[in-house]
């Protein structure tokens, strides 16, 4: 379990005040978002999440080594951007579910929060066929929020920014994303 030293992006910190809250929370994204590695410019679609409790306050991503088709090279930091958008905890709002939000500067609660599922068609609905809504999640992006909530900031891969690669892996970078999306869209219908 050391990969995590060659690749400091697999080791994220949550040093939170609710820490299991954190854990459970990223948890849940496991399965249904791919995770994005800028030092080695790589995406992973199959990985686990572990809490190594002599490691302290961290999560460590670990790529399946038994499934070395699910992860991406070449993809150029560049082509990975914030969104401005964040998953939130429907708890935090006193709803149930995933919601999406914006954050205002001053770190507090936009004014804005959507249903996960009707936020994520909404945009994907909005984006044109050659610049799709492909969200990823990378080291930093799990935040703590008014000091207690855990909350996913989203970056997106812009696969017309990964002009080295070729048709076919952009499609399969699109695709992998895709359906792990679709697994986290299914699972939120099911829950509203």
């Known amino acids: ?11 994220w910190d949550i040093d939170f005040i609710h820490q299991q809250r954190a854990m459970d929370f990223l948890l849940q994204f496991e399965e249904t978002l791919c995770v994005y590695s800028p030092s080695v410019k790589q995406i ?7 809490f190594p ?4 306050s961290k999560a460590v991503i670990l790529p399946d080594p038994n499934a ?5 090279s070449f993809v150029s930091r560049e082509a990975v ?5 964040y998953i939130i905890p429907g708890d935090m ?12 500067e001053n770190r507090t609660l936009g004014s804005t929060q959507i249903p996960f599922v009707q936020g994520i068609k909404a945009i994907a609905d909005q984006r044109s066929p050659e610049d799709p809504f492909l969200p990823i999640l990378a080291k930093g ?4 929020f008014e000091q207690s909530w855990p909350v996913i900031h989203l970056h997106r891969v812009r696969l017309n920014a990964l002009p080295d690669l070729s048709e076919m892996d952009r499609r399969s ?5 895709r359906e792990k999306l679709d697994l986290l869209l299914r699972d939120q219908a099911v829950s509203i």
Do not use: C
Request: proline share 2%; net charge negative; charged share 20%.
């Open 1 to 11: 379990m050391d990969n995590w030293s060659e690749n400091p992006d697999l080791a």
């Open 68 to 72: 070395f088709h699910d992860t991406y």
């Open 81 to 85: 951007v914030a969104t401005g958008l």
């Open 141 to 144: 992006d799990l935040r703590e």
């Open 53 to 56: 409790k002599d490691w302290g």
């Open 44 to 50: 992973y679609s199959s990985y686990n999440i572990y």
């Open 173 to 177: 970078i699109s695709e992998a994303i």
């Open 93 to 104: 709002i006193s709803k149930q579910g995933l919601y999406l939000a914006n954050v205002n």
